[in-house]
C-alpha cells in the first residue's frame, strides 16, 4: 500500500512538472518573441537612420560645387603636390566659376568670379573666419582673425578713431604729415647712396613701418635702430611662417611628430614675440599718462586707453571689447596693422619699381604727367593727385599684375547657401581666387601685359568693378585709405626725384616672386639717379 502511495505521488509531481515546464517554455517563447520584435524595431529603426544618413549624404554631395574627390576623414591633403594657389587655379580651369574640395574635415570652395564673390561676400552671413589652430594662437582676438559682436564693435571703432586721426578724409589729412615726413628722410637716405645699388625692399621696410607707428603709437625708429633690426626680422620670420601655414590649417595638432616642432608653434611663438613688443609700448604708455598732462588722444593707443579707462571707472561708455581682456585685444590689434600695413606698402612699391625697369616706356609717361604737374625738387602732395591719373593706375596695374595676396583672406557662412544649383553647406571655407580672377582675360583682355590704361576712364582714374585688390564686402581692407595715400605718395615723390637703373653688368630681375604673407619679389638692387631740379 505504501509503494502504491509513492507511485501516485511521483506521477502527481510528474504532471505538475510537465506543467512548469510547459510554463517555462511559454515563458521563454514570449520573451523571445518580445526580443524579435525589440530586435526588428531596432532593425528598422538603424534602418531608417542609415536611409536618413544616405539621403544626406547623396544630397551633400550632389549638389555640392564639383570638385576632386578625396579619401575619407584626409579627403585631398593627401594628394596636394603644389601650393593651394596653384591647386585651386587648376580646380577654377576645369571646373569653372565655383568649385569645392575637402581637406581634412573642412569643405573649401573657391570661387573664380568677381560678380559671384561681391554678391555672396556682400551678405552678412558671410563675414565669419574659420576654426583653424591659427585661430585658435590668437585666440579670436585682433581685427583680421575676429569674428561676431567682437568684430564689429572692433570694426566700427577703427573706422571713427581712423577718421579722427585723419586716414579716411581725403583730400585734406591731418595724418599725410607723417607720410611725407618720412618720405622726406627716404629720399635724403637715397641721395646720400649716390647712386649706388640699394635692395629698394630693405630700404622702404623702415619708413613704411614708421607711418603704422605713428598712427598707432606716435613712435618712430631712427636710422640704424637696433630695436628696428631685431623688431623687423620678429616681423619677416612672422611673415614667412603665415605663408606656409595654409595646409598646416587642416591637419590637426595631434598629427605632429614626437619632438618635432609644427608650423603652428613656430607661429606661436612668433606671434608671442611681436606680441610682447607691444605689450611693453603700452605699458610704456601707461606709465607716461599717469605722471604726464594729458590733453586729447595723440593715435589709436590714446583711443584705446581712454575706452579702457573709461571702463575701469564704471563711466558710461561704449564696450568695445566684449568677451576678450582688453589690453590682450589691443596687442593683437597692433600686431595685425604693423604686420599687414607694413609688408603689403613695402612689397606692392617694390613691385612697382621693378615694373618700372621692365616697361620703360610706362616710367616715362608717369614722368611726363609728372612734369606738367609739378617741379623735380618739389614734394608731390595729395592735393596733386587728380592731376596724375596715369601714376595711380599704375599702382594698381601692378597690384592686378602680381596678385599681392592670390587667395584672399578665408571667409565662412554662418548659414546654408543656395548658389545657383548648388548647394553650400553652413561652415564652408569660402575662399576667393584673387590671382586667378585677376588674370582671367574674360575680365582683363590680354592679362600678360602691362596697361595702365584698364584703370583709366575718359583720362580720368577709375576702378572697375571686377578689381578686388583691396578685398570686398564687409570684410573690405580696413587700411584701403591709408594704404592708397601712402602707395601714391611714396611712388610719385620717387618717380618725381629719382632716375631707375640697374646695377651696371647686372641682369634684368626676373617678375617672379615667393609666397610668404604676401607674394613678395625675389631680391634684386636698384641704382636711384637724383634729377637735377
Known amino acids: 500500500m505504501l509503494i502504491y ?24 517563447q514570449d520573451i523571445l518573441d518580445r526580443k524579435h520584435r525589440t530586435m526588428d524595431l531596432l532593425f528598422l529603426v538603424l534602418l531608417g537612420l542609415l536611409f536618413l544618413f544616405l539621403k544626406r549624404t547623396i544630397y551633400y554631395y550632389m549638389y555640392l560645387p564639383p570638385g576632386p574627390w578625396g579619401i575619407p576623414f584626409l579627403g585631398y591633403l593627401p594628394f596636394m603636390k603644389s601650393s593651394p594657389h596653384a591647386m585651386y587655379s587648376r580646380m577654377a580651369d576645369k571646373y569653372g566659376e565655383i568649385s569645392s574640395i575637402k581637406l581634412g574635415n573642412h569643405l573649401v570652395v573657391c570661387l573664380n568670379s568677381p560678380k559671384l564673390v561681391k554678391e555672396l561676400f556682400s551678405r552678412s552671413d558671410s563675414i565669419a573666419r574659420p576654426r583653424t589652430p591659427l585661430n585658435e594662437i ?59 645699388p640699394v635692395d629698394p625692399t630693405l630700404l622702404l621696410g623702415r619708413h613704411v613701418h614708421n607711418i603704422i607707428c605713428q598712427l598707432m603709437m606716435s613712435f618712430r625708429f631712427e ?17 614667412k611662417l603665415y605663408g606656409s601655414i595654409h595646409a598646416s590649417e587642416y591637419v590637426r595638432q595631434y598629427l605632429k611628430l614626437p619632438g618635432k616642432k609644427t608650423i603652428l608653434d613656430e607661429m606661436k611663438r612668433s606671434l608671442a614675440d611681436i606680441s610682447e613688443f607691444h605689450a611693453n609700448k603700452i605699458r610704456e604708455r601707461i606709465d607716461y599718462r599717469a605722471t604726464h598732462p594729458y590733453d586729447e588722444p595723440a593715435d589709436l593707443l590714446d583711443y584705446y586707453l581712454d575706452n579702457i579707462e573709461a571702463r575701469k571707472s564704471r563711466k558710461r561708455f561704449p564696450d568695445i571689447f566684449p568677451g576678450v581682456d582688453p589690453e590682450k585685444q589691443v596687442v593683437q590689434v597692433m600686431n595685425d596693422l604693423f604686420s599687414a600695413g607694413m609688408e603689403t606698402s613695402r612689397t606692392t612699391l617694390s613691385w612697382t619699381l621693378l615694373m618700372m625697369i621692365h616697361e620703360p616706356d610706362v616710367a616715362a609717361k608717369v614722368r611726363a604727367q609728372l612734369r606738367e604737374t609739378v617741379h623735380p625738387g618739389e614734394l608731390v602732395t595729395l592735393d ?62 590680354e592679362p600678360d601685359k602691362f596697361k595702365p590704361e584698364r584703370f583709366l576712364r575718359d583720362g580720368q582714374f577709375h576702378i572697375p568693378d571686377s578689381y578686388m585688390a583691396f578685398g570686398v564686402g564687409q570684410r573690405l581692407c580696413l587700411g584701403i585709405q591709408l594704404a592708397r595715400m601712402q602707395l601714391f605718395l611714396f611712388f610719385a615723390n620717387i618717380m618725381n626725384r629719382f632716375e631707375l637703373s640697374l646695377p651696371e653688368g647686372a641682369e634684368m630681375p626676373p617678375l617672379e616672386g615667393f609666397m610668404a604673407a604676401t607674394h613678395t619679389p625675389l631680391p634684386y638692387s636698384l641704382c636711384f639717379h637724383k634729377i637735377d631740379n
Request: glycine fraction near 8%.
Open 138 to 196: 590668437m585666440e579670436g582676438r585682433g581685427i583680421v582673425l575676429s569674428e561676431g559682436i567682437l568684430w564689429q564693435k572692433q570694426r566700427q571703432f577703427l573706422h571713427e578713431k581712423f577718421r579722427a586721426l585723419g586716414v579716411k578724409v581725403w583730400p585734406k589729412q591731418r595724418f599725410e604729415k607723417f607720410i611725407i615726413m618720412e618720405i622726406e628722410e627716404f629720399i635724403t637716405d637715397l641721395i646720400k647712396l649716390n647712386g649706388a
Open 5 to 28: 502511495t509513492r507511485i501516485i505521488s511521483i506521477l502527481g509531481m510528474w504532471t505538475k512538472l510537465d506543467t512548469y515546464i510547459e510554463l517555462y517554455n511559454g515563458y521563454m
Open 223 to 239: 636710422e640704424d635702430d637696433q630695436e628696428f633690426g631685431i623688431f623687423n626680422e620678429k616681423i619677416s620670420r612672422g611673415m
Open 384 to 445: 596733386h593727385r587728380p592731376e596724375l591719373p596715369y601714376l595711380e593706375a599704375v599702382l594698381f596695374e601692378t597690384l592686378r599684375c602680381v596678385s599681392l595676396v592670390p587667395l584672399g583672406t578665408t571667409h565662412v557662412n554662418t548659414t546654408e547657401w543656395k548658389v545657383d544649383k548648388y548647394v553650400i553647406p553652413k561652415g564652408a571655407h569660402i575662399i576667393p581666387l584673387i590671382g586667378k580672377m585677376n588674370n582671367d582675360s574674360k575680365v582683363y583682355p
